[in-house]
């Protein structure tokens, strides 16, 4: 009988993970999990994220999805952020664990709910130079000043980024929108600098137009923070998240857009949450999760090493 033989990339990462201490500091990548979905108002689950993601990786080929290898390509990965009893100790054991991720070309975070990009850009604000841009790809705008007697809830997310002062409605942009509150329309009109293009003027205008307006106003930020919830996606494609809205983009719709948006702009910084491991069946949400992030691998890889 013959024996069975492992591919080379059935580990941790497909392999690209750092296992040298030497290393450490160097790579080109580096992920923090930050499995805290204390902040969900609707079904939670997404604390399970980080390590369910992990644990798929050793079956995914190290190659992007036109056949460039990312072989190279070093990644060390931080473990998950130790969560503290109450909102402000995970918010500063957060930002404190962020710091050292931000280090590396591209800074890659895995929720949780969308709660965890309040620390994380926070971090990013002090840890990176000059003006921050923000992309924030969901299906909800998130600008709610408190919802549910919380200002930390993650429908809280792009409105406690904005209150930053390394951010600013006119450096951000948000896409995918299908979903509003009435005091998020006063919001927006009330803050016209600020970008926002539904879900519905991505499926009229196409992606090179979506993708060179989301370009205009980012493109004067040094740095751009991309956080990507992930049911921007149809329920079709992404059904374990736990606020699902219907008429969203596809995987293809969405890593059209993303190509664009690393190939112009200086994204530094990956947050991808709301993925909800028990309300995913199949593991459908996860792989997409995955596709996203191998993908911004290639586009980084092609950057440092063109």
């Not at 990548?29 to 108002?41: C, E, M, Q």
């Not at 998950?80 to 070309?105: F, K, M, N």
């Not at 949450?273 to 191998?294: C, F, G, M, Q, R």
Request: aromatic share 6%; glycine share 8%.
């Amino acid at each position: 009988m013959a024996t069975r033989s492992d591919p080379p990339h059935r580990s941790l990462w497909s392999g690209l993970a750092s296992v040298s201490s030497a290393d450490d500091g160097d790579e080109e990548i580096g992920v923090l999990g930050v499995p805290f979905d204390g902040a969900s108002s609707f079904r939670r689950g997404s604390s399970e994220a980080p390590q369910r993601i992990r644990s798929l990786t050793p079956h995914v080929a190290p190659f992007t999805e036109e056949g460039g290898s990312l072989a190279g390509l070093r990644l060390r990965d931080y473990g998950d952020t130790v969560l503290g009893d109450t909102w402000e100790s995970t918010r500063r054991s957060v930002e404190q664990a962020a710091t050292p991720v931000l280090s590396h070309p591209l800074a890659v975070f895995l929720g949780g709910d969308h709660s965890v990009t309040i620390p994380l850009v926070s971090a990013a604000s002090e840890a990176l130079d000059g003006p921050l841009g923000v992309l924030h790809l969901d299906a909800h705008l998130d600008l709610m000043d408190r919802f549910e007697g919380r200002p930390w809830s993650h429908a809280c997310a792009l409105r406690r980024v904005l209150d930053s002062p390394a951010t600013s409605p006119a450096c951000c942009a948000a896409v995918g929108i299908r979903s509003w509150l009435p005091e998020e329309v006063t919001f927006v009109e009330a803050h016209p600098e600020l970008l926002v293009r539904t879900a519905r003027d991505v499926r009229r205008n196409g992606i090179e137009s979506i993708a060179d307006a989301v370009c205009h106003p980012l493109v004067q930020a040094d740095a751009v923070y991309i956080t990507l919830d992930i049911d921007i996606l149809d329920p079709a494609f992404a059904p374990g998240t736990g606020t699902p809205e219907a008429a969203g983009l596809t995987t293809r719709d969405l890593l059209e857009l993303l190509r664009v948006v690393f190939e112009r702009l200086p994204v530094r910084v990956l947050d991808l949450v709301e993925v909800s491991p028990p309300l995913d069946p199949s593991d459908i949400t996860s792989i997409a999760a995955i596709k996203i992030l191998y993908e911004s691998f290639g586009w980084m890889k092609r950057r440092l090493d063109p």
